[in-house]
């Protein structure tokens, strides 16, 4: 049927089409051009009476498919129709027993094959898995982790997958693979009135960065305040005895800028009073001794007004406070190993804004109030349990006791159930966890020794562009997937919208798999992600049945269609039943 090239354009040959008929069946198929020491192979796009077009893919050498052709093949020698071998270099490995081979799907063009990966170039990368709902995206993914565990070889013991899961759908497909020994799922199911299946992150853990993300900052200009408020909140909570003298200077300093604002005397007296009643130390209060020669009192007394309106003796107070101020505040010492809770954050934030002379400054006061009230609503819902950690622990222990059971054997799977908290708090979570895991793994000495791969569904909801970048720098996830990779943090995106997915995000995607898509936006997307698809394949992809995905990228050696087998057990995303609810 095919005969000499006739004609090259571009990706494309042209050969004879010796028969003069339209063989349809041979739509799709590839085709192979031997030559010496390299074997150059093509897929036949388009059949007409006289000619058969075909896209040229890549060349197998030494048994190695690589994709890109840098010469044309020779014009006198027809192609024929790939062999078995050859076919495997281009499907991926058939051995399913390789530890490196991970099962896919079967290949809806040749249905004895299986789509395999390289299990390495998989989760060594951040991959995608795109399209349109209700296609086969979450239960493509549940299937391809259950086949992971369900190896032939031998089970990937020491994997970090840690799922956050949007819809509450993957509990049951990953707590089925606890039946396999030595497999090990820790679901937290995040229940709003079910306090002992939450997953919770020290107060103590955040910093400036994440109190802005928690609190929701769209204003760059308060995070000196939220450092301020993180200094205090260590200051105040230390149980060392030198940091009674930076609390004691730090009140002292707020109280003077007081005493010199200007107010009216009954306005300073108040403020001093209201100050002092919530903070104060042992050496540093209400009743504490100004003794001057001839005449003790207390500050309580130093603040009286006089007949004249005055408060007398506010001389002999600024000089009391002053002695309070010379130690040196700007390196504080302060024990690390301090635990504190979002209450004291609070407690210390207040302080913070008098320090700041918020209360002196209306444009500052508005949104430092409202960065107050932020908090004061977390710390009165449920939220706070999420932040509620009773004892001290570094980041280190706590991260590698996440991935650890009770009887310290490791954890493959974590799955963080999202679906019964509102998306504010899930978009706050997934990002504080995943700078963590990110934090985790860049002080880690032994380089990428302890990987980690996120995976997000509805990531188009995380990795957006929002206030991240303009108020702390930059998003977590644009950092992750730039700098993740050589320290082993790894995302799996899984998105309906990869156009609001950011930018950078997916371009840092090494890996695809692409369900049905039909909106000429993600189609563009996807077209622009490789140079390696023919027009047929992303017009197919319009057509993709439920559960078939093209499947591309660095683990894959050609863009390939697979169908996925349905997972067992199915995760939580089935459509509803109209005819069993409705009648
Ligand atoms: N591999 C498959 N084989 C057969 N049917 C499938 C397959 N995958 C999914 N389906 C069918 O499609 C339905 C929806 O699949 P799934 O929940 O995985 O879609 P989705 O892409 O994750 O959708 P959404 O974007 O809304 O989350 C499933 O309930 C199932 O009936
Ligand atoms: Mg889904």
Redesign the pocket.
């Given at each position: 049927m095919f005969g000499k090239v006739i004609e090259t354009k571009e990706n494309f040959v042209i050969v004879e089409n010796i028969k003069h008929e339209i063989n349809t069946q041979i739509k799709n198929i590839h085709v192979s051009f031997e030559e010496q020491n390299r074997t150059i192979i093509g897929k036949v796009s388009n059949i007409t009476l006289d000619t058969i077009e075909i896209f040229l893919l890549g060349e197998i050498q030494n048994n190695k498919f690589t994709e890109g052709i840098y010469k044309y093949p020779l014009l006198n020698k027809p192609p024929r129709i790939i062999t078995g071998n050859e076919l495997v270099t281009m499907t991926g490995s058939q051995n399913l027993k390789d530890k490196n081979t991970l099962l896919i799907g079967s290949s809806t063009t040749y249905p004895n094959f299986k789509i395999t990966c390289n299990l390495t170039n998989m989760f060594s990368n951040h991959f995608a898995i795109i399209?349109?709902?209700?296609?086969?995206?979450?239960?493509?993914t549940a299937?391809i982790i259950q086949n992971l565990f369900n190896h032939e070889g031998s089970i990937p013991k020491n994997a970090h997958i840690v799922m956050f899961d949007v819809?509450g759908?993957y509990d049951k497909p990953f707590k089925a693979l606890e039946s396999i020994e030595k497999v090990h799922v820790k679901s937290y199911k995040n229940s709003k009135n079910d306090y002992t299946n939450v997953i919770s992150l020290p107060a103590y853990f955040l910093d400036a960065e994440d109190l802005a993300i928690l609190l929701d900052i769209d204003d760059s200009s308060l995070i000196p305040v939220l450092e301020k408020t993180l200094k205090y909140t260590k200051i105040f909570t230390s149980k060392d005895e030198k940091t009674i003298d930076y609390k004691n200077s730090i009140i002292a300093k707020t109280l003077l800028e007081l005493l010199l604002s200007g107010k009216s005397s009954a306005q300073i007296r108040d403020q001093v009073i209201s100050i002092l009643n919530k903070y104060h130390t042992d050496t540093l209060n209400l009743e504490s001794k100004v003794v001057e020669p001839g005449y003790t009192r207390t500050i309580r007394q130093c603040l009286l007004i006089d007949e004249q309106g005055k408060i007398n003796a506010i001389g002999i107070l600024s000089n009391y406070l002053n002695k309070f101020t010379e130690v040196d505040t700007t390196n504080i010492d302060i024990p690390i190993n301090t635990s504190y809770s979002l209450d004291d954050i609070y407690y210390a934030l207040e302080f913070a804004l008098l320090s700041e002379g918020a209360y002196n400054s209306e444009l500052i006061y508005e949104k430092s109030l409202a960065l107050r009230v932020h908090l004061y609503q977390i710390l009165n819902s449920e939220e706070k349990k999420f932040f509620t950690y009773d004892k001290y622990i570094t980041k280190k222990e706590y991260v590698e006791n996440l991935f650890k059971t009770g009887n310290n054997e490791p954890i493959q799977i974590i799955n963080i159930s999202l679906d019964e908290i509102d998306d504010r708090l899930a978009k706050v979570l997934t990002k504080l966890y995943s700078k963590l895991f990110f934090n985790y793994a860049l002080e880690n000495e032994d380089r990428a020794s302890f990987p980690i791969n996120i995976i997000l569904e509805e990531a188009h909801r995380y990795v957006n562009n929002d206030n991240d970048t303009r108020v702390i720098g930059y998003n977590i996830f644009d950092r992750i997937t730039k700098e993740g990779r050589k320290y082993g943090v790894l995302m799996g995106f899984i998105t309906?919208r990869p156009k609001e997915l950011s930018e950078t995000a997916l371009s840092q995607c090494s890996n695809f798999l692409v369900?049905r898509i039909f909106h000429p936006d993600d189609y563009k997307i996807v077209d622009s992600i490789t140079s390696s698809l023919t027009r047929d394949d992303l017009e197919r992809l319009k057509t993709l049945r439920?559960?078939m995905a093209l499947t591309f990228g660095q683990a894959f050696a050609l863009p390939m269609i697979a169908?996925?087998?349905?997972p067992n057990p199915?995760?939580q995303?089935?459509?509803a039943n109209i005819i069993k609810t409705w009648f």
């Amino acid at each position: 049927m095919f005969g000499k090239v006739i004609e090259t354009k571009e990706n494309f040959v042209i050969v004879e089409n010796i028969k003069h008929e339209i063989n349809t069946q041979i739509k799709n198929i590839h085709v192979s051009f031997e030559e010496q020491n390299r074997t150059i192979i093509g897929k036949v796009s388009n059949i007409t009476l006289d000619t058969i077009e075909i896209f040229l893919l890549g060349e197998i050498q030494n048994n190695k498919f690589t994709e890109g052709i840098y010469k044309y093949p020779l014009l006198n020698k027809p192609p024929r129709i790939i062999t078995g071998n050859e076919l495997v270099t281009m499907t991926g490995s058939q051995n399913l027993k390789d530890k490196n081979t991970l099962l896919i799907g079967s290949s809806t063009t040749y249905p004895n094959f299986k789509i395999t990966c390289n299990l390495t170039n998989m989760f060594s990368n951040h991959f995608a898995i795109i399209g349109n709902s209700g296609f086969g995206k979450s239960c493509g993914t549940a299937r391809i982790i259950q086949n992971l565990f369900n190896h032939e070889g031998s089970i990937p013991k020491n994997a970090h997958i840690v799922m956050f899961d949007v819809y509450g759908e993957y509990d049951k497909p990953f707590k089925a693979l606890e039946s396999i020994e030595k497999v090990h799922v820790k679901s937290y199911k995040n229940s709003k009135n079910d306090y002992t299946n939450v997953i919770s992150l020290p107060a103590y853990f955040l910093d400036a960065e994440d109190l802005a993300i928690l609190l929701d900052i769209d204003d760059s200009s308060l995070i000196p305040v939220l450092e301020k408020t993180l200094k205090y909140t260590k200051i105040f909570t230390s149980k060392d005895e030198k940091t009674i003298d930076y609390k004691n200077s730090i009140i002292a300093k707020t109280l003077l800028e007081l005493l010199l604002s200007g107010k009216s005397s009954a306005q300073i007296r108040d403020q001093v009073i209201s100050i002092l009643n919530k903070y104060h130390t042992d050496t540093l209060n209400l009743e504490s001794k100004v003794v001057e020669p001839g005449y003790t009192r207390t500050i309580r007394q130093c603040l009286l007004i006089d007949e004249q309106g005055k408060i007398n003796a506010i001389g002999i107070l600024s000089n009391y406070l002053n002695k309070f101020t010379e130690v040196d505040t700007t390196n504080i010492d302060i024990p690390i190993n301090t635990s504190y809770s979002l209450d004291d954050i609070y407690y210390a934030l207040e302080f913070a804004l008098l320090s700041e002379g918020a209360y002196n400054s209306e444009l500052i006061y508005e949104k430092s109030l409202a960065l107050r009230v932020h908090l004061y609503q977390i710390l009165n819902s449920e939220e706070k349990k999420f932040f509620t950690y009773d004892k001290y622990i570094t980041k280190k222990e706590y991260v590698e006791n996440l991935f650890k059971t009770g009887n310290n054997e490791p954890i493959q799977i974590i799955n963080i159930s999202l679906d019964e908290i509102d998306d504010r708090l899930a978009k706050v979570l997934t990002k504080l966890y995943s700078k963590l895991f990110f934090n985790y793994a860049l002080e880690n000495e032994d380089r990428a020794s302890f990987p980690i791969n996120i995976i997000l569904e509805e990531a188009h909801r995380y990795v957006n562009n929002d206030n991240d970048t303009r108020v702390i720098g930059y998003n977590i996830f644009d950092r992750i997937t730039k700098e993740g990779r050589k320290y082993g943090v790894l995302m799996g995106f899984i998105t309906q919208r990869p156009k609001e997915l950011s930018e950078t995000a997916l371009s840092q995607c090494s890996n695809f798999l692409v369900f049905r898509i039909f909106h000429p936006d993600d189609y563009k997307i996807v077209d622009s992600i490789t140079s390696s698809l023919t027009r047929d394949d992303l017009e197919r992809l319009k057509t993709l049945r439920k559960g078939m995905a093209l499947t591309f990228g660095q683990a894959f050696a050609l863009p390939m269609i697979a169908q996925v087998d349905l997972p067992n057990p199915l995760p939580q995303s089935s459509n509803a039943n109209i005819i069993k609810t409705w009648f």
